[in-house]
Nanobody, 122 residues
Framework: QVQLVESGGGLVQAGGSLRLSCVAS????????MGWFRQAPGKGREVVAV????????YYGDSVKGRFTISRDNAKNTVYLQMNNLKPEDTAVYYC???????????????WGQGTQVTVSS
């Protein structure tokens, strides 16, 4: 069982930056691929970024490429999402997830955090 706790969300103006963190419980953190997903009101959940257990492989959704960076620190059981040049369309609840396979599909992620709200004002 893995428990995930996100933090770092908030209200920011367009063009600003935020860094989300997700801390995982357990001793096997490095075995899990970690992903950030988001869901805006009235829309489906979409992948933001995914990182493999080793941290070497990374995938980004098209809408965030060049603006967001995912990273992880396995010694701290933590995955990060650095978000730069934020846009109003980035407004959503952001979820951290852990799964056994490096994939951008949310169907393969078994454990989810409670979510953190990110709101970008224009």
């Amino acid at each position: 069982q893995v428990q995930l706790v996100e933090s770092g969300g908030g209200l920011v103006q367009a063009g600003g930056s935020l860094r989300l963190s997700c801390v995982a419980s357990g001793r096997t953190f490095s075995r899990y691929a970690m992903g950030w997903f988001r869901q805006a009101p009235g829309k489906g959940r979409e992948v933001v970024a995914v990182v493999s257990g080793s941290g070497v492989l990374k995938y980004y959704g098209d809408s965030v490429k060049g603006r967001f960076t995912i990273s992880r620190d396995n010694a701290k059981n933590t995955v990060y999402l650095q978000m730069n040049n934020l846009k109003p369309e980035d407004t959503a609840v952001y979820y951290c997830a852990a799964g056994p396979t490096y994939t951008y599909s949310d169907l393969n992620y078994d454990y989810w955090g409670q979510g953190t709200q990110v709101t970008v004002s224009s």
